[in-house]
């Protein structure tokens, strides 16, 4: 097991149909993800397309994420927690400056994907909206967003098998109010 520190990343590759599992060890953590096709990082993971084609903004076991060309990158086998969310962007200095009025520097999931992820030729202009795992966000009737902590509890997990070769990038979430107001490790394996 592989284990992400508190507010930073990994990036990785993975070969089609091998899985990976991303497990919340001490509960209430939220971990972006955003995939890549490893033959052409310019296909990489949609938030729209998979809403669209999944017809449901909580995606959970059963579910597949798709890629801005409409293929499916990744299907969802086991998620014990079933509270994820595919509508925020991942937190970046911008983040802290316009929503929590920070003027100073602060640990973002946005740094930590394109740090992470340059090794594979990706740029900050290059990260999508993630997957974020656990985050428990939650709307009105009138649309409006709200995001409350995460659900998931010590030991939960999700597990994902890849339907491509996949450059995959991870993070232990560094925004207080996702994350309950604390900041903890996020654990992830491939398994073949």
């Not at 890849?162 to 394996?189: Q, R, Y």
Request: aromatic share 10%; with cysteine.
């Amino acid at each position: 097991m592989q284990v992400i520190e508190k507010q930073s990343g990994a990036a990785f590759k993975m070969k089609k149909g091998q899985l990976l599992k991303v497990v919340d060890p001490l509960g209430e953590q939220v971990s972006d993800m955003v995939v890549f096709n490893a033959e052409d990082v310019r296909e990489k993971i949609s938030s729209g397309k998979t809403l669209d084609y999944e017809e449901s903004i909580l995606i959970t076991k059963g579910n597949y994420i798709w890629s801005n060309r409409s293929n499916k990158m990744l299907e969802i086998l086991e998620d014990t927690n079933g509270r994820n969310d595919f509508l925020l962007a991942p937190c970046s200095p911008e983040t802290f400056k316009i929503m929590y009025k920070n003027t100073g520097y602060h640990p973002s999931c946005f740094e930590n994907l394109h740090t992470n992820l340059a090794k594979y030729g990706i740029e900050p202009d290059d990260i999508p909206t993630a997957f974020n795992i656990f985050m428990n966000v939650r709307f009105d009737s009138f649309g409006r967003i709200t995001v409350k902590p995460p659900q998931s509890k010590a030991g939960d997990y999700i597990m994902f098998e890849a339907k491509m070769d996949l450059i995959v990038g991870l993070t232990a979430c560094s925004a207080e109010d996702s994350n309950g107001g604390s900041f903890k490790p996020i654990h992830f394996e491939v398994l073949d």
